[in-house]
């Protein structure tokens, strides 16, 4: 056949381009399990690290249901969505795009040593592109306990340095409310006149020198997020008050 | 059909050329030539922007080695084998096809059995389609050579590639970290001392003076590529 000839080369393409994609589609249907588990052991993770428990991606799952004791799928007033899965069902992301009396909030119940921890999911925006992590407070809903940061392309060396242990150790035992109860979030604050950050009350961390817009991102995603379960805290606390 | 036409059946195209064996010296110097005296990275200068991109670590730096060598390999191959029916006028676009789904492919078994490394190449592994050695070979190579001469002149290239990687990762780790493939090799009682980790070695300019450096020690050594003038 004549080698160039249109009709040659279309049939070519033709042939090659459905044995390609039929071997792509193959390979990735056959490795999406292995790949879908680790996605899902690495969040277990990224959750288990916000209240000290450190395990390998193997471990996750183990460690994930002995501590692990709720989760709860919150909608805007505060009431609780049983039908929901959170950890399986509720992508942050998508939630946050959606009208807002149809949003619904992934919180992570763990119990530690007969000691509660609340988990709250965290998104928002850095410089390039979307940064996420967990928050855990304290029974008292205001002490936060750890935090885990994760980001898609902040700039390596500036904005990336939020996943580093020394910043995330900065947010330990600051407080979220301030003392007339209203929320303040943790700001990520330019020279805060506290770089070892021992100053608990202040409701500031010391910001990484180069990334001012990461450090934004990541003040404005703790305060909006924690702010959608404020209803929940209302109810929870009114049934505490009752008692 | 005329009898001239039938040739001797021959297992991959190896051998048909009976006087040659599988290593013979040619075939050796086309896996020895990217070592040294046609190295894609430090004589050709190709494949740099990957070179400064993931070297500040060890690790990575052998992963995509690997999978350089692999997609090299196998594109190689399947160009070579495919030569005589591929229409001249769209040979880049199939090249690309090629090279992409390999790159695909490992991106996908990465993902499912390295999960981390592939987190830390994250965009590198895909960048491997517009690594212009792959595509150099091809062009250069695989459309007019033997399936298994394609194959040693894959590999050599991407060894070669890989070589200088791994050199440039192994000393910005070294210096810049202290450490080699992630654990501690500076001893603390240094740190105590006197001894700083370089952080200039961790960005990727340090990158570039490495190459740099490392093309000058070869030059001096290889008195065939220098230049006469």
């Known amino acids: 056949m004549n080698r160039d000839s249109n009709f040659y080369t279309f049939l070519f393409v033709g042939i090659m381009i459905v044995g390609i994609a039929s071997i792509l589609a193959f390979t990735s249907q056959t490795l999406k399990p292995m790949q879908d588990e680790n996605v899902k052991n690495e969040k277990m993770q990224n959750i288990l690290s916000t209240v000290g428990i450190n395990v390998s991606r193997d471990e996750a799952e183990v460690s994930y249901k002995r501590f692990i004791t709720q989760e709860l799928a919150l909608k805007m007033d505060g009431s609780v969505n049983e039908k929901i899965n959170p950890f399986s069902d509720l992508n942050l992301a998508k939630e946050l795009k959606k009208d807002y009396e149809d949003q619904h909030f992934p919180l992570y119940v763990a119990e530690i040593d007969s000691e509660k921890y609340y988990i709250i999911e965290l998104r928002g925006t850095g410089l390039w592109d979307a940064i996420w992590g967990y928050i855990s407070l304290k029974s008292d809903f205001n002490t936060v306990n750890g935090v885990s940061f994760d980001h898609k392309g902040e700039t390596a060396g500036l904005g990336a340095e939020i996943t580093k242990e020394w910043f995330k150790e900065s947010f330990k035992d600051e407080k979220i409310f301030n003392n007339e109860g209203r929320l303040v979030g943790i700001t990520v604050l330019k020279g805060n006149n506290d770089p070892n950050n021992n100053d608990k009350g202040d409701h500031e961390v010391d910001a990484i020198s180069g990334s001012t817009i990461t450090g934004d991102g990541v003040t404005d995603m703790i305060y909006e997020r924690i702010n959608n379960y404020l209803p929940y805290l209302t109810i929870i606390n009114e049934k505490v008050s009752m008692r | ?229």
């Open chain 2, 1 to 229: 059909m005329k009898k001239e036409n039938i040739k001797k059946p021959s297992f991959l195209f190896i051998g048909r050329n009976s006087a040659e064996g599988i290593f013979s010296k040619k075939n050796k110097k086309l896996l020895s030539d990217p070592l040294d005296d046609n190295n894609p990275i430090t004589v050709q200068v190709l494949g740099i922007c990957s070179a400064l991109a993931i070297t500040v670590q060890l690790k990575p730096a052998v992963v995509m080695t690997a999978s350089v060598i692999f997609v090299m390999a196998c594109s190689n191959v399947i160009i070579s084998i495919l030569r005589n029916l591929i229409p001249n006028r769209i040979r880049i676009i199939v090249f690309l096809v090629v090279i992409s789904s390999l790159v695909a492919l490992v991106d996908q078994f990465l993902k499912a059995y390295a999960y981390d490394v592939s987190k830390e190449l994250s965009i590198f592994i895909g960048l491997i389609v517009t690594n212009c050695i792959v595509m150099g070979r091809l062009e250069a190579f695989a459309l007019g050579n033997g399936v298994w001469k394609s194959f040693l002149d894959g590999i050599g290239n991407a060894i070669g590639y890989g070589v200088i990687l791994i050199l440039v990762a192994f000393f910005r780790e070294l210096l810049g970290s202290g450490n080699l493939w992630g654990m501690q090799v500076v001893p603390d009682f240094l740190y105590e001392s006197w001894y700083v980790n370089n952080g200039l070695m961790l960005l990727s300019p340090m990158a570039l003076i490495t190459v740099g450096v490392i093309i000058w020690i070869q030059r001096s050594f290889n008195k065939k590529l220098i230049e006469k003038g």
